[in-house]
């Protein structure tokens, strides 16, 4: 019963993608590349589902980059910043922080180690982190995308807004996917826990 209320959001999650791919052709064409790749990630991700079967808060942790990616894009949210810090900075935390957990999750087989799985979990996420910053310069600087979304560095924040978060955007982009890395570190061994306290009752 699970797994097919589970197929139903990978269905969800692939129309919301193409809905947005169909509105950014039309309105933003420079952001419809993203939508296509949130679509090309729920069929992925749908594989991997049917191998691990992944509990269901597992599933929409692993659709919040390209939710809030998507959604920030068509909405204006990289334009927003609250005391300076911009929705392109917070978008790398939580993403960071949510797939840091899902991948310990995944690799959590038994109830042992778990520092070292963090640890692997958060090395996974800052490769991924590297690589996307990777991809955001090769599309700003040689295919001339510009703006945020996966494919370009930057923003929409105001030209008034003038600070190192802005001027050094790649390596603070990586050094919030850090703080993402520990923020879920710190959930999980909450958690765990908060977990063993109840069993130990």
């Not at 139903?8 to 509105?23: T, Y």
């Not at 600087?141 to 600070?163: E, K, W």
Request: charged letters at 15%.
């Amino acid at each position: 019963m699970r797994s097919r209320h589970n197929e139903w959001i990978f269905v969800a999650f692939a129309g919301f993608s193409i809905i947005f791919i169909i509105l950014f052709a039309l309105q933003k064409k420079n952001y419809y590349m993203d939508a296509i790749v949130g679509l090309v990630f729920s069929g992925v991700y749908y594989l991997i589902q049917r191998k691990y079967s992944l509990k269901t808060w597992c599933i929409f942790l692993g659709f919040t980059p390209v939710f809030l990616n998507l959604v920030g894009l068509q909405f204006g949210f990289f334009a927003l910043s609250i005391y300076g810090v911009g929705y392109d900075k917070i978008l790398h935390l939580v993403n960071s922080a949510a797939i840091t957990i899902l991948i310990y999750h995944w690799i959590d087989i038994d109830r042992k180690n778990v520092a070292v799985k963090i640890f692997i979990a958060a090395l996974v996420i800052l490769g991924f982190g590297s690589i996307n910053e990777i991809v955001e310069f090769v599309g700003q600087r040689y295919f001339h995308i510009y703006g945020p979304g996966m494919f370009s560095q930057g923003d929409l924040l105001p030209p008034t807004i003038t600070n190192d978060l802005i001027r050094y955007d790649t390596w603070w982009d990586m050094i919030f996917n850090l703080f993402g890395t520990i923020v879920a570190a710190i959930i999980i061994i909450l958690h765990k826990a908060l977990s063993k306290n109840r069993h130990s009752r």
